[in-house]
């Protein structure tokens, strides 16, 4: 069976235009009609508005001729004092926090934020910890599967601390930090 060769497959013969068929470009009535009618309404619509603004100034004198009426007829009655005191309690007043005192563990926390490859990758890290006030130090390791750089921040004495840490490498879009005790 024999293959065909659908490229080099021959094309229909292309019509050539009779030299007195040359047709004269139409214009485009259609863009020429949306064009005007877009004229035409913006043109109506500052007319609307200009005509507008001339007639609000009567409708608003009328309109405060009626409520001076009103005014004389029913008169606002007084303010009431306040009988709430909070605005007040909060400018003078204090919060206080009972936080339970917590041992000192045995070993120091350490938080660890990321493993990389490359220490760049570590150092860039580092620099966006710092940015948020949080020193941070680049530990390098040899493991199973090659060299390694962790950013690593602490040691913490108590948990809580590297919790608020945290916290705060959190609002800056870094969700990989790791709390763990200090075994380095």
Known sequence: MAQKDFVKRGQAPKKKPAKADKAKP???WLRIII???LV??????????????EVAPKTLEAQKS??????????LPEMPE???TYPTELETSHVEIDRKEQQK?????????????????ADKMRAQLAMQGLE???KSSDGKNGRWYR???????????????????????????QIWYWDL
């Open 66 to 75: 009626s409520a001076q009426s009103v005014e004389q007829i029913d008169p």
């Open 26 to 28: 139409q214009l485009p």
């Open 136 to 138: 941070s130090q680049v």
């Open 35 to 37: 064009t005007l009618s």
């Open 151 to 177: 950013v690593i921040l602490g040691p913490y004495d108590y948990k809580r601390d590297a919790e608020a840490d945290r916290h705060v490498i959190q609002r800056i879009g870094i969700s990989t930090c």
């Open 82 to 84: 306040d009988k709430y």
């Open 105 to 121: 563990s045995e070993r120091p926390y350490l938080m660890q934020c990321g493993s990389f490859r490359q220490q760049n990758q």
């Open 40 to 53: 035409v309404g913006f043109a109506y619509f500052l007319w609307a508005i200009s005509h507008n603004s």
